[in-house]
C-alpha cells in the first residue's frame, strides 16, 4: 500500500476518533477550522501554483454566502436549489474577476484582488434591501433529513469533514495532473510556456475558477454554521486570516493550508480563554513562526531537525 494511501487513512481515522471523544465545543470549533482549511486551499491554489496571492478569496465566500441567505432564509427555496446556486454564483463571480486580472502579475494581482473585494464588501454594507446591511440576514439553518437535524455540530461535522476530504483530495490529484505540472511551468517560466504554444491565460482562468469554486463551497458550511449572513466575513481581516493560515501551514503543499488553519483556530479558541489581548499574543506566535520557518510548518525540515538530534545525543 502506498505512503500516500496510509496519509489518507490516518486523517480519515483522525477525524472519526476526534469525532467520537472530544465535546461540542471542540467540535464547533472544528467545523469553524475545517471551513477556513478550504478557504486556505482556495488561497494556496493561486499562490502556490501560480505564485498569485489573492485577497478575495473570502470575498467569493461571502458571496456564496448572501446567496443562500436570501434564496434560502429570506424566499424559501428549496435547499436542492439554493446550495448549487450559491456555489454557481462565486463561479460567476469568480470567472468575472478572473477576466480583471488575468494580465496582472504580483503586487498588481494582489492590489486588484483587494480592490474588488473591497468592492462587494461595501456592497454589503450598502444595499440594505438586499442584504440587510450591518444588522445581515438570520435564520439560515439547513432542514431535517429522515429525522436528522443537520445543523447539530456533529452531523454538521460529518458533512463537513467528508467534503473537505473529498475536496483536498481533488485537489491533489490536481497537483499531480498536467494541468497541475503546467500551472508550476508558467509559474517558473511563463514567457517559455507561451512559446512552447501553452495556453497560458486559459490556464491561469481555469485555476481563478476552480478556486472561486472551492471558495463557494466553503462560503456554503459558513452561513451554515454561523446562522446568519452579515458583511463580516467579506472583510479585509477575514482575507488576512486566510492568508495567514495559508502562509503558516504551508501554501505550497496540499497539506499545509489545513494544518495553517487548525493551528491558527486552535490559537484564538485557546489563548482567547487567558486574555483579552490574545490578538497581540496570536500576532508574535504567528510572527515567530513565519521568520523561523518562512516556508510554512509543512515544509519546515521537521525530519532532518530529528536526525541531528538524534546524532548529538549518540555522540555524547
Known amino acids: 500500500m502506498k505512503r500516500e494511501t496510509f496519509v489518507i487513512l490516518g486523517i480519515v481515522a483522525g477525524l472519526i476518533l476526534w469525532l467520537l471523544l472530544a465535546g461540542d465545543y471542540a467540535i464547533a470549533r472544528s467545523n469553524r477550522a475545517m471551513i477556513y482549511a478550504l478557504l486556505a486551499l482556495s488561497f494556496s491554489l493561486l499562490a502556490g501554483r501560480l505564485g498569485w496571492f489573492s485577497l478575495c478569496q473570502t470575498t467569493l465566500a461571502g458571496v456564496s454566502g448572501y446567496v443562500i441567505a436570501i434564496l434560502g432564509a429570506q424566499q424559501g427555496l428549496p435547499y436542492a436549489v439554493v446550495i448549487p446556486a450559491a456555489i454557481l454564483t462565486s463561479v460567476a463571480f469568480a470567472a468575472a474577476f478572473g477576466v480583471l486580472t488575468m494580465r496582472a502579475k504580483a503586487v498588481s494581482f494582489l492590489m486588484l484582488t483587494l480592490a474588488l473585494g473591497q468592492m462587494v464588501w461595501a456592497l454589503s454594507f450598502q444595499w440594505v434591501g438586499l442584504t440587510g446591511g450591518y444588522n445581515g440576514i438570520s435564520g439560515v439553518r439547513l432542514p431535517m433529513v429522515l429525522g436528522f ?141 513565519i521568520l523561523l520557518m518562512p516556508r510554512g510548518l509543512s515544509e519546515f525540515p521537521w525530519t532532518s531537525l530529528l536526525r541531528g538530534r538524534k546524532a548529538s545525543t549518540a555522540s555524547t
Do not use: K
Open 149 to 289: 437535524n443537520l445543523n447539530d455540530p456533529r452531523i454538521f461535522y460529518v458533512m463537513l469533514a467528508t467534503c473537505t476530504v473529498l475536496i483536498f483530495l481533488g485537489v491533489h490529484r490536481l497537483y499531480r495532473s498536467r494541468f497541475g505540472l503546467l500551472l508550476l511551468g508558467i509559474q517558473e517560466n511563463e514567457q517559455r510556456m507561451r512559446a512552447l504554444g501553452h495556453p497560458v491565460y486559459l490556464a491561469r482562468f481555469t485555476a481563478f475558477v476552480l478556486a472561486g469554486a472551492i471558495a463557494g463551497v466553503a462560503g456554503v458550511f459558513l452561513v451554515y454554521d454561523m446562522g446568519i449572513m452579515s458583511p463580516s466575513p467579506l472583510s479585509l481581516s477575514q482575507a488576512v486570516l486566510v492568508l495567514t493560515a495559508a502562509v503558516l501551514g504551508g501554501y505550497r503543499t496540499i497539506w499545509g493550508p489545513a494544518l495553517g488553519a487548525v493551528i491558527l483556530i486552535s490559537l484564538q479558541t485557546g489563548v482567547a480563554q487567558y486574555t483579552d489581548r490574545h490578538m497581540m499574543v496570536i500576532g508574535l506566535v504567528l510572527a515567530l513562526c
